[in-house]
């Protein structure tokens, strides 16, 4: 019996590469996003391909959604073994500009919907008996503060936070929960804050890139399927003893 995953944010950019990587790794694998038409494409070249997978639509900042995608992805795939709490938002938000509605909103999907998945997860990882793997999304932005994303960085903190706390909760079930902190990585989250760089200085998109990337000291950029390659051992056997960790994904980081 496949090895089940649980993917959120799995309709594209980072999240989709971890749904291709972890169905070639054998797991069957839901691809939960709230893009249900994209993430069925993502699910039907899995399937296409002679893997497993399954799209659901979720909204990770609704607790009871959450829980019912769940159970839907175990009652169809047949278990669960690793959630990857992937799915984000990554507004540029100069301080001044951020509204309440705008905290909540961020909040509630970036950090909130980490604490909804663990909990959704934890309530069949207990019935089961087996142990299981939860791999959060943090950032580099979660490791140092980057300019105009205090809310987007501020989330990142929290989920690395999230992610020490419920790995010592959950250590003694057999629960590992690691995070992965990805650099600057080409995918839609990433252009848009890149198109906001080089508009406010009249450059393009690629311009505002690079010049982000000079801005937080990061001197390469990583494809989505660099960090695939991280999910892939956090969700594998190898890294049964590893848990509480940030594992940095990024092109040669410069701390300040
Ligand atoms: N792209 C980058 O350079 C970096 C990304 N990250 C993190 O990696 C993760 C993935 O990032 P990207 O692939 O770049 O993002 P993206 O914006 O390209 O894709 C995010 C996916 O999540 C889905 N999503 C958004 N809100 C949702 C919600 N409430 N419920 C369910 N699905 C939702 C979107 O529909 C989309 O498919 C995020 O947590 C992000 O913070 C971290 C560091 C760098
Ligand atoms: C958007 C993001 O995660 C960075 C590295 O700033």
């Known amino acids: 019996m496949a090895k089940v995953a649980f993917v959120t944010g799995g309709a594209q950019g980072i999240g989709k590469a971890i749904v291709q990587r972890l169905a070639k790794d054998g797991f069957s694998v839901a691809v939960a996003d709230l893009n249900i038409k994209e993430a069925t494409k993502v699910a ?7 893997g497993e997978a399954l799209a659901i639509k979720i909204n990770v900042a609704d607790r009871d959604n ?3 995608a769940v159970d839907e992805a175990v009652e169809k795939l047949g278990g669960l073994d690793v959630l990857v709490n ?17 905290f909540n909103k961020v909040y509630n999907v970036n950090a909130a919907g980490v604490i909804w998945g663990t909990q959704a997860a934890h309530k069949y990882f207990k019935k089961f008996g087996k142990g299981g793997k939860i791999i959060n999304a943090t950032s580099q932005a979660g490791v140092v503060g980057n300019p105009n994303l205090a809310l987007y960085s501020g989330t990142k903190f929290a ?17 590992t929960v690691n995070a992965f902190a990805p650099g600057i990585v080409k995918t839609p989250m990433m252009f848009d ?13 690629e311009w505002g ?8 000291a990061l001197k390469r950029l990583a494809q989505p399927e660099d960090i695939s390659a991280v999910v892939s051992f956090l969700a594998g056997p190898d890294s049964n003893y590893v848990t509480g960790q940030t594992l940095i994904v990024d092109g040669g980081m410069q701390f300040q």
């Open 159 to 175: 989920v690395r936070g999230i992610t020490q706390v419920t790995a010592r909760d959950l250590a003694e079930e057999g629960i």
């Open 209 to 216: 890139m690079a010049q982000f990337s000079k801005d937080i």
């Open 44 to 50: 039907d070249e899995v399937n296409k391909a002679n």
């Open 193 to 205: 804050i890149a198109h906001k760089v080089g508009a406010n200085a009249g450059k393009d998109d």
């Open 86 to 102: 992937n799915a984000g938002l990554g507004p540029t938000t100069p301080i001044d500009t951020i509204t309440p509605e705008q």
């Open 66 to 68: 959450f829980f019912a």
